[in-house]
């Protein structure tokens, strides 16, 4: 398939997504976070561009892989304390 192959990577159940464009988006979510400390979906989501679902999407899949987590309405690196 082509998720096996490393084109494509999974966001959920249900939603794939280019495996670079992941890759960079969650990039983008993890440099930003480094710089400010935290980031809101509304932040993300017009940071890279893209709808509310397939920012909320990405951002659960970054919760998920323990890269971030949420704190109130923003997320947080996973690694930080709080």
Do not use: F, P, W
């Amino acid at each position: 398939s082509m998720h096996n192959r490393g084109v494509l990577g999974r966001l959920n159940y249900q939603y794939y997504m280019d495996a670079a464009a992941l890759k960079s988006a969650i990039d983008v979510l993890i440099n930003t976070i480094d710089r400010q400390g935290k980031i809101t979906l509304a932040q993300y989501r017009d940071l890279i561009g893209t709808s509310r679902k397939y920012a909320v999407m990405i951002l659960e899949y970054a919760d998920e892989n323990k890269i971030t987590k949420m704190t109130g309405d923003c997320r947080v690196l996973y690694r930080q304390e709080d």
